[in-house]
């Protein structure tokens, strides 16, 4: 079988043929070279407008890398013909192969973005022995394509969160699709402040936000403002994880003040190695850990009296009524500010602020999960760590786009990975 006969089943341009097949030398051994010649009844298109035109002249050869071949770079080559436009006057003809400027084949720079999934950039260059910027303008060109064609209708819940990015104080604001159907990035933003979740909802639509049902999002002043104003209708939940957390922060801060306070009056450091210990689930700790618990409750320690605290409001999450829950959570309140641990009675001072939105969570009855916002912050994570990090907000924000967003693809008559 014929290298011709495999491309005119896999890869036909209507109105070019393809030409002679040979081996040529090249800097990493042999490349495999494919003439293209246009039909003699084809009229070339204009690169400007796409209408057809009149020949006028030609380039000298041009060569396209496509989809290399048992470890050999594939070439098309081809002499590129001018038109003369009616609209733009005398321009470079439109290929179906390529776009633009373009020196890889769009089969070509697909096949690189789908790669770019499962690699990371610079492996996905050394692999096929192309340069990282090529994979770059490939993953670009994926990512412009499938945000230009993706589908936006039917989105009921959203969540809203904030990821580190680089040294210092700059984030990244990220809202997600959370539907039980359909969990995916739906866009990113630069910082996080309240212009930037606002550009969000500029973007997304009056209409599409008037459709939304649920919104999740952790305690941010400037999110929940910005949430109240553009979809206050919605039910808002907050960010369970992001409560835990807090609870986790004061414990710490107690236990950290608690150990420098034995030192200074030459007390046996009881507290020493213990930071995990305390932060742990019950359900997760070790034997030897619970044996040490129990040793350390019977001495009255203000870290473990926190940590009491913290286990005591767990059952909050379990209750099906919002009256029940409401009155764990202000029993809950009342313990916390009576415990003259000021770290948890600023945990207790800010869910009292916040009480009407954490009982949402029941309204919601368990429809929204937000572990998912957490999930997709851990995978945002590891696409950064996989590059050893993005030096620009370009590049961070379409390599989340092409991992996180699912992004649609053109048809094509053959996929080749």
Known sequence: ???????????????????????????????????????ARNRPRCSGCGQRGVHYDRLGPRRFEFVPVWGMPVFFLYMMRRVTCATCGVRVEQVPWAEGKHQLTTTYMWFLARWAKRLSWKEVA?????????????????????????????????GVDEIHWQHGPHFLTL??????????????????????LLRFFRWFGEERTATL??????????????????????????DRFHIAKHMSDAIDQVRRAEVHAL???????????????LLKR????TRAQRTRLRELVQHNLRAVRAMLLRE?????????????????????CVQAMRSRIEPMKKVARMLRRHRPLLLNWFRARGEISAAVVEGFNNKAKLTTRKAYGFRSYRCIEIALYHTLGQLPEPKATHRFC
Request: net charge positive; aromatic share 12%; hydrophobic share 40%.
């Open 282 to 285: 019950p359900a997760n700790q």
């Open 263 to 277: 030192r200074q009056q030459g007390r046996q450091p009881l507290l020493t190695k213990t930071r995990w210990l």
């Open 312 to 332: 005591s409001f767990e059952p909050f999450w379990h209750y099906r009524s919002v009256d029940w829950a409401t009155a764990c959570l202000d029993e809950w």
């Open 175 to 196: 809202v997600y699709q959370i539907d039980a159907t359909r969990k995916r990035l739906l866009w990113i933003g630069q910082h996080r402040r309240a212009k930037t």
């Open 126 to 158: 050394t692999v096929f022995r192309t340069s990282w910027d090529q994979v770059f303008r490939a993953v670009d060109m994926a990512v412009v394509w499938g945000r230009d064609h993706v589908d936006l209708t039917g989105i009921r819940a959203i």
């Open 213 to 238: 049902a649920f919104v999740c999002s952790d305690m941010w002043k400037p999110y929940l403002q910005v949430i109240a104003k553009k979809a206050g209708h919605a039910l808002h939940i907050l």
């Open 1 to 39: 079988m014929q290298v011709k006969t495999i491309l005119n089943r896999i890869q036909k341009h209507r109105g070019f043929v393809y030409g002679d097949v040979r081996l040529e030398d090249h800097r990493d051994g042999v490349a495999l070279t494919v003439d293209i010649y246009p039909h």
